[in-house]
């Protein structure tokens, strides 16, 4: 991946670990609508909420909120308090490239690797495909 990146932008080449906490409701209201509470720690501590994907779209489109806490511990409790409970804990090894405006992630889980782009839309995460020579119709998102 970073030999097919480098030419076009920068590299973030160290892999980062990072343990992810998701929570919800005790009855699963949230993973039922497709939204996802998570804090996650790695060299920061940062609480994001997504919501669900719009329907219709070539890639995964969701609202997201995300936002660096200063104690990763606190904030756990904070959201157990609130009655949300730890419903997946999983750590990854994440890489990121930078191909000009698209992000390219690279995720390294105990079951296997994942790669996630992220661009300002679905035609510049296509053309990043594209350049990395993968093909566009077998992508996991449609």
Same mark, same amino acid.
């Given at each position: *991946?970073? +030999?097919?990146?480098?030419?076009?932008?920068?590299?973030?080449?160290?892999?980062?670990?990072?343990?992810?906490?998701? /929570?919800? +409701?005790?009855?699963?209201?949230?993973?039922?609508?497709?939204?996802?509470? =998570?804090?996650?720690?790695?060299?920061?501590? =940062? &609480?994001?909420?997504?919501?669900?994907?719009?329907?219709?779209?070539?890639?995964?489109? =969701?609202?997201?909120?995300? /936002? +660096?806490?200063?104690?990763?511990?606190?904030?756990?409790?904070?959201?157990?308090?609130?009655? #949300?409970?730890?419903?997946?804990?999983?750590?990854?090894?994440?890489? +990121? #490239?930078? *191909?000009?405006?698209?992000?390219?992630?690279?995720?390294?889980?105990?079951?296997?690797?994942?790669?996630?782009?992220?661009?300002?839309?679905?035609?510049?995460?296509?053309?990043?495909?594209?350049?990395?020579? &993968?093909?566009?119709?077998?992508?996991?998102?449609?």
């Amino acid at each position: *991946m970073r +030999t097919a990146c480098s030419p076009w932008g920068g590299v973030r080449p160290c892999a980062r670990l990072e343990t992810n906490l998701r /929570f919800d +409701t005790p009855n699963g209201q949230l993973a039922r609508s497709r939204q996802v509470l =998570r804090l996650r720690q790695d060299a920061d501590a =940062r &609480l994001t909420y997504k919501g669900p994907a719009q329907p219709g779209e070539e890639v995964s489109i =969701r609202k997201e909120i995300e /936002f +660096t806490v200063g104690n990763f511990d606190a904030a756990r409790h904070f959201l157990e308090a609130l009655g #949300y409970q730890v419903s997946v804990t999983y750590e990854k090894y994440r890489t +990121t #490239y930078q *191909m000009d405006i698209v992000e390219v992630v690279l995720d390294e889980l105990p079951y296997g690797k994942l790669r996630r782009d992220r661009g300002p839309d679905a035609k510049a995460v296509q053309v990043a495909a594209l350049l990395l020579k &993968l093909d566009w119709q077998a992508r996991c998102y449609r």
